[in-house]
């Protein structure tokens, strides 16, 4: 594993990266499939005759293939390149908002989503006089399953959940989520933004009728990411963005569109970006999933029993399944301030509310410190960061 970002030396210490929820760092593979695009492949796709936009177009497309086998999507066609989750969610908030979402209409989303899955989908109820339905968790973070099951009624449209919460770690039981919401013909959006890059992915197992997720929490570079849509579902929605590769003819009275997933690309995509998705994916397919997951597993069940050995310590996110973040506060300190001493140590954590206010506000509190693992952590980053604590700690409590 060659990660060249993890030798950099921060305050003259070791770079302790566990920000790894927020973005992963890249492997030199990705860096040359990135770099190797601009030096030899650039050239824009679909419409150009010559070799090099030839080149990038079959590359480009065969990283839609390698994306579409790596969720176990059915068809290529099911897998549309965006900018990210935030994008991705937006898409289909936004377009099926527009074909199916009217007045009276609920979506259901958890307690525990990030403002990415929930603002979007604010944003359509407003335009279609639609609200929002909460899914309540408990105190460990698993959801509420009962109360759950009681949200649907016959104004329901859409699920939206994560698969995993970026906050507090809970891997959410989606097969299920998915099942009740299908026995009342309800189709799911899961959020993978915190779950592709940790355990293993498949689309037509989960069942569910979207899945978006960010090349860049995945050793993918920023700029990318992905919204697979079951194609019956996925034909049915009107295009999100206009121009570019989306149509089929434009004249002024009226213009028709692509064939999926074109219809969702509208405009020129961050081809490199993509080719580096490929390479990422490549690369952890080279760790194998299962492993990188088992690492991350490991490391969460060590780091969870060294913090809680920390006199105040509390973890919020104790729920049985969990990916590996830990989210927590050091007696009343500010997770602010915690963030800013540990940066001082070399140690780079998130701080703050980690884009989930109504987690914080379930929890009456105004934020957590983070920290969270990829396939690159080791015990001894997590022991860097309980020294540090323990050093911290007198200064604030
Ligand atoms: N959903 C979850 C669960 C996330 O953790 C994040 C990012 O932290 C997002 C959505 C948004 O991802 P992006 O900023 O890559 O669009």
């Keep these: 594993m060659d990660f060249p970002i993890l030798d950099t030396n921060v305050y003259n210490h070791r770079l302790v990266y566990l920000d790894n929820a927020a973005t992963t760092q890249k492997p030199r593979q990705v860096i040359d499939a990135l770099t190797g695009y601009y030096l030899t492949l650039n050239s824009n796709i679909h419409r150009g005759a010559h070799y090099l936009a030839a080149q990038a177009t079959e590359r480009y497309e065969e990283v839609r293939t390698k994306v579409q086998r790596f969720v176990n999507a059915r068809s290529s066609k099911e897998i549309v390149f965006t900018r990210g989750t935030t994008e991705s969610i937006n898409l289909v908030a936004s377009s099926f908002g527009r074909a199916f979402l009217g007045p009276g209409d609920e979506v259901i989303v958890s307690g525990m989503e990030h403002h990415s899955n929930i603002v979007p989908w604010q944003l359509a109820c407003e335009l279609a006089g639609a609200r929002l339905r909460v899914i309540p968790f408990s105190d460990e973070g698993v959801l509420d399953m009962e109360a759950y099951g009681s949200l649907f009624s016959p104004h329901t449209r859409m699920v939206a959940c994560a698969h995993v919460s970026n906050t507090l770690g809970t891997v959410n039981p989606v097969r299920e989520i998915v099942a009740i919401a299908h026995d009342h013909n309800v189709p799911v959006l899961i959020d993978g933004a915190q779950a592709v890059a940790h355990m293993p992915v498949d689309v037509q197992q989960l069942g569910c009728d979207f899945y978006c997720f960010s090349g860049h929490k995945m ?12 194609e019956e579902l996925l034909s049915q929605l009107p295009p999100y963005q ?18 999926l997933p074109f219809r969702f690309e509208a405009g020129t995509p961050s081809v490199g970006d993509v080719l580096g998705l490929g390479a990422a994916i490549d690369f952890m397919l080279a760790q194998g999933i299962e492993n990188i997951g088992r690492h991350e597993d490991e490391l969460l069940r060590y780091a969870t029993e060294r913090l809680l050995s920390i006199p105040g310590l509390r973890i919020f996110g104790t729920a049985p399944h969990k990916a590996g973040v830990v989210s927590f506060l050091l007696g009343e300190a500010h997770p602010y301030d915690v963030g800013t ?9 998130r701080t703050g509310h980690h884009c989930t206010q109504p987690i914080m506000d379930r929890y009456g509190i105004p934020g957590t410190v983070r920290a969270s693992f ?24």
Excluded: H, Q, S, W
Aim: charged share 20%; aromatic share 8%; glycine share 12%.
């Design 219 to 230: 050793y993918a570079p920023m700029g990318v990411g992905v919204m697979y849509g079951r």
């Design 242 to 259: 206009g121009g570019g590769e989306m149509i089929k003819d434009v004249t002024f009275e009226r213009t028709t569109y692509n064939e």
């Design 341 to 349: 001493l540990l940066d001082k140590l070399g140690i780079a954590v």
């Design 374 to 397: 990829a396939c690159y952590t080791t015990r001894e980053d997590v022991d860097a960061l309980v020294a540090a604590l323990v050093r911290i700690a007198p200064m604030l409590m």
